[in-house]
């Protein structure tokens, strides 16, 4: 499907399949595609289970048109309400890795603030990274990239996952500066798990249980992985993720 008009069109790539509410959404992290273990794991699940399934790539990711330079959490966010409005009928739980928990919370607080009927019935979030930019990125640039960031409009830094470097851009830094979300309460009218690695290079655990003191009081469970990376892609933690999966299913159904 296109998103955006005119110059701002791109084209996004979705894969679905049918079954019961309430589906399983599929938001992936920054350089992630649809088309990794935890997705592919989410999708045998969804099929075993008879459920209703989505997943998708934002711009510049995977099978999705579009400049990866160009994206921001704000452009990412906007692709992904677009194909949930357009893909998913009923209530859906959305599954956030890394960045993609970033944009799961912002697709709650944007659906909340435009007064439309609570879509999402659970937020499953992996390894969540919300606000990484400013949190997690910004207190550690040095004053070269800093500079670069000024003149340039992005910093280049090798990635542990890919053998291409890391781009981040001046604008996914602004862009975030106005997409924060732990600034505040963050309202989700729906159950929240957190499944995070204490071994997470990327990630501090520290980060996970700063997010829960934004959280509401009821609802949210956190599960700390000791051993636990940023992938969370070992069999344990596919486990993991399934039977927490599951849970929130059966909450979403009115089940214990």
Same mark, same amino acid.
């Given at each position: 499907?296109?998103?955006?008009?005119?110059?701002?069109?791109?084209?996004?790539?979705?894969?679905?399949?049918?079954?019961?509410?309430?589906?399983?959404?599929?938001?992936?992290?920054?350089?992630?595609?649809?088309?990794?273990?935890?997705? $592919?794991?989410?999708?045998?699940?969804? $099929?075993?289970?008879?459920? =209703?399934?989505?997943?998708?790539?934002?711009?510049?990711?995977?099978?999705? =048109?579009?400049?990866?330079?160009?994206?921001?959490i704000g452009r990412w966010t906007e692709e992904a309400a677009a194909v949930i409005a357009a893909a998913v009928d009923g209530p859906a739980i959305l599954v956030g890795s890394s960045m993609?928990?970033?944009?799961? @919370?912002?697709?709650?607080?944007?659906?909340?603030?435009?007064?439309?009927?609570?879509?999402?019935?659970?937020?499953?979030?992996?390894?969540?990274?919300?606000?990484?930019?400013?949190? @997690?990125?910004?207190?550690?640039?040095?004053?070269?990239?800093?500079?670069?960031?000024?003149?340039?409009?992005?910093?280049?830094?090798?990635?542990?996952?890919?053998? $291409?470097?890391?781009?981040?851009?001046?604008?996914?830094?602004?862009?975030?500066?106005?997409?924060?979300?732990?600034?505040?309460?963050? $309202?989700?009218?729906?159950?929240?798990?957190?499944?995070?690695?204490?071994?997470?290079?990327?990630?501090?655990?520290?980060?996970?249980?700063?997010?829960?003191?934004?959280?509401?009081?009821?609802?949210?469970?956190?599960?700390?992985?000791?051993?636990?990376?940023?992938?969370?892609s070992r069999p344990q933690d596919l486990e993991l993720i399934a039977r927490a999966t599951l849970d929130l299913v059966a909450a979403a159904r009115g089940g214990h």
């Amino acid at each position: 499907m296109t998103v955006g008009a005119g110059p701002q069109g791109r084209t996004i790539a979705f894969r679905t399949r049918a079954g019961d509410a309430p589906t399983l959404v599929w938001l992936g992290g920054y350089r992630s595609d649809m088309r990794g273990t935890k997705a $592919e794991r989410l999708s045998q699940l969804a $099929e075993k289970q008879a459920l =209703g399934f989505c997943r998708l790539d934002y711009s510049g990711h995977g099978e999705s =048109g579009g400049r990866f330079e160009d994206g921001t959490i704000g452009r990412w966010t906007e692709e992904a309400a677009a194909v949930i409005a357009a893909a998913v009928d009923g209530p859906a739980i959305l599954v956030g890795s890394s960045m993609g928990a970033w944009i799961a @919370l912002r697709l709650v607080q944007t659906a909340l603030a435009a007064g439309k009927p609570p879509k999402i019935a659970g937020l499953l979030l992996l390894a969540p990274a919300p606000d990484f930019t400013h949190r @997690l990125m910004e207190p550690k640039l040095s004053q070269d990239q800093r500079a670069a960031l000024a003149r340039d409009g992005f910093i280049a830094e090798p990635s542990d996952y890919s053998p $291409e470097p890391n781009i981040y851009t001046r604008a996914l830094f602004e862009d975030g500066a106005a997409n924060l979300v732990m600034e505040g309460l963050i $309202e989700t009218r729906c159950p929240v798990t957190i499944i995070q690695g204490m071994a997470d290079p990327d990630v501090p655990f520290e980060h996970a249980l700063e997010l829960v003191a934004h959280l509401p009081s009821e609802g949210v469970i956190v599960t700390l992985v000791r051993d636990g990376d940023h992938r969370l892609s070992r069999p344990q933690d596919l486990e993991l993720i399934a039977r927490a999966t599951l849970d929130l299913v059966a909450a979403a159904r009115g089940g214990h």
